[in-house]
């Protein structure tokens, strides 16, 4: 099983739409959260972090966590074109040493 | 964001030339990171860097060296690259509380395009 995982998608919204992004992850003592926005040809850039079970919003942006279900997620509402993306999930483990571990990142595209 | 830097931006280089690929961050962070990213490839970590020390070398074949001569600059030294070491290449850098248990976000650099011959 892959400590990381995500669909690669893509996954096709319509403009306006709700744009929803999962991520499981195996290592029930991570404790840290990211999910990073990725253009094509460009670095990965924060969009938010969550450490805590529940929700934290920012903007038109949704994190939810779920620590017993090993799950996170991200929401993106009145999705935009310009949201259209590759969207990474990120883990930390401290374990010994710590661990920063990526997922393979969900392709979104939101339709005009 | 001109936080953490990347030189050069691309770079095309033969199978036996030597070159180096430099990464500074502003931040006043403590850890560095490479990483590569082939297409269609997630983000495969190489090496970090925590307080200049080496702390993790995920299995990465020695023509790729790197070097952290303090917490502000990163290189990775290249040398007889072979043609599928082309790919993009990001540094990035973060802030470890002292007690190793606080990790913060990861501030990546534009990244270093390269591709080998």
């Known amino acids: 099983q892959k400590e990381v995982e995500q669909n690669s998608g893509p996954l096709s919204v319509p403009e306006g739409a709700i744009a929803s992004l999962n991520c499981t992850y195996s290592?029930?003592?991570?404790?840290?959260f990211f999910w990073y926005r990725q253009y094509s040809g460009k670095s990965p850039e924060l969009i938010m972090f969550?450490?805590?079970?529940g929700d934290k919003e920012d903007g038109r942006f949704t994190a939810q966590l779920n620590k017993a279900s090993q799950y996170v997620s991200l929401l993106i509402r009145d999705s935009q074109p310009s949201d259209s993306a590759t969207y990474l999930c990120?883990?930390?483990?401290?374990?010994?040493?710590?661990?920063?571990?990526f997922g393979t990142g969900t392709r979104l595209k939101v339709l005009a | 964001e001109t936080g953490v830097t990347q030189t050069p931006r691309h770079l095309v280089m033969g199978m036996t030339n030597k070159k180096s690929l430099k990464c500074e961050q502003h931040?006043?962070?403590?850890?560095m990171y490479w990483y590569k990213q082939s297409a269609k490839k997630p983000l495969e970590l190489m090496f970090v860097?925590?307080?200049?020390?080496?702390?993790e070398n995920n299995s990465v074949p020695s023509r790729f060296s790197p070097e952290c001569p303090n917490s502000s600059h990163l290189f990775l030294h290249l040398h007889t690259l072979q043609p599928e070491d082309s790919a993009l290449y990001l540094c990035?850098?973060?802030?470890?509380?002292?007690?190793?248990?606080?990790?913060?976000?990861?501030?990546f650099g534009p990244g270093t395009r390269l591709l080998v011959l």
């Open positions: 990120a883990v930390t483990v401290t374990s010994g040493t710590y661990k920063y571990i």
């Open positions: 990035a850098s973060s802030l470890i509380g002292l007690a190793g248990g606080t990790q913060e976000t990861q501030y």
């Open positions: 931040l006043g962070h403590n850890a």
């Open positions: 290592d029930r003592g991570s404790q840290s």
């Open positions: 860097y925590n307080f200049k020390e080496q702390t």
């Open positions: 969550i450490y805590s079970n």
